[in-house]
Every structure is written in C-alpha cells, then in structure tokens.
C-alpha cells in the first residue's frame, strides 16, 4: 500500500531546489530539471515523494552519468518502460524520483503537460486529488493498485491537456 497522502507541504518547492542542484552536481550541470508530479502542484495533497523530469540530450548522455549518480545514492528503480527511472531513499523511504527524457521528447512528456495543465485548472487538480484519495483506498482494500486505480482520471485530464495543445492522445501509463 503506498504511504498515505499529506497536505501539501511549503517547503517541496525548496526541497526540489536542493535535489535539483544535486542533480546537476553528480550529472551535467546543463541538465533542465523540472518539478513535476503532486508535489509541484501548490494544494494538492500528495505522497511526500519529490518527482523530478530531467531533460537530458539522449540516452547516451543518461548513460554517461548514471555511474556518479548510483554513487550519491540514486538507483535505477521503477516499472516505467518508456524512460530511465531513479529513485533516492532515505532510510528505507522513497523520498525522490528523477525521470529522464531525452531532449527530442521533453515537449511531449506527459507528466510535463498533467503538471502545467493542473496549475491553471484547479477544477481538475481538485479532481485528481479526489482520485488519488479514493486510490489509495482502494489499495488499501486490495482492489486494486494505487496507480492503477488514478490512471483513468489521469488519462482523461492528459487527453484534455495534450489535445489543447494540438498533440494526439497517447496512453498514460508506461509500467
């Protein structure tokens, strides 16, 4: 079951500051690091994870960090399938997750274009929120697994979102 959602915190903004600037340090300074995922979305309640996308030029220069990353800590983890995944824990807790897109994608990264879109449509980051309450429950109850159970929801906001912007709809879940 994932950890219970909390209301959102001031300092997720600071806190993804630092482990941007962390990023950088142990992989190229150049990287673009964004805050995506619940976190950045000022309100909204959220597992206390800091999820990151990090823009870098292809999967060879991925590769070319990778080394000096696992050596700070960071360890490729995550069922996603279509992008590099790491993940940082603190004492046995999941803390961050740092998604990799190679420059040629980032304009069409889904978790990208949920966040924008939930910045500036407080309905709809009402209603994933909604959404995530009722998913964590339903894992609770052993109905179903917490990112299956918002995937629905997401799919549908992202669909909205990418067709605003003239992009096709593409399915949300990579796992």
């Not at 590099?84 to 190679?102: K, L, Q």
């Not at 879109?117 to 909604?130: F, K």
């Not at 109905?143 to 995937?151: D, G, I, R, V």
């Amino acid at each position: 079951m994932p950890r219970q959602l909390v209301a959102y915190d001031p300092d997720w903004p600071a806190q993804f500051e630092r482990i941007a600037a962390e990023l950088r340090a142990h992989g190229d300074p150049a990287w673009v690091v964004e805050h995506i995922g619940s976190t950045a979305v000022p309100g909204m309640r959220a597992k206390p994870i800091i999820d990151l996308a990090v823009r870098v030029a292809d999967m060879a220069d991925f590769a070319r960090h990778r080394e000096a990353l696992e050596r700070f800590g960071w360890r490729l983890g995550s069922g996603v399938r279509t992008h590099p995944v790491m993940v940082f824990e603190s004492d046995g807790i999941r803390t961050r997750i740092a998604h990799f897109f190679p420059a040629v994608d980032w304009d069409d990264v889904n978790q990208r274009i949920l966040r924008d879109w939930l910045l500036t449509h407080p309905m709809d980051a009402d209603r994933y929120t909604h959404a995530k309450c009722d998913a964590v429950a339903a894992a609770a109850r052993g109905q179903s697994s917490y990112n299956e159970a918002k995937t629905p929801v997401i799919q549908e906001i992202v669909d909205r979102a990418r067709e605003a912007r003239g992009l096709p709809s593409v399915p949300v879940s990579d796992k």
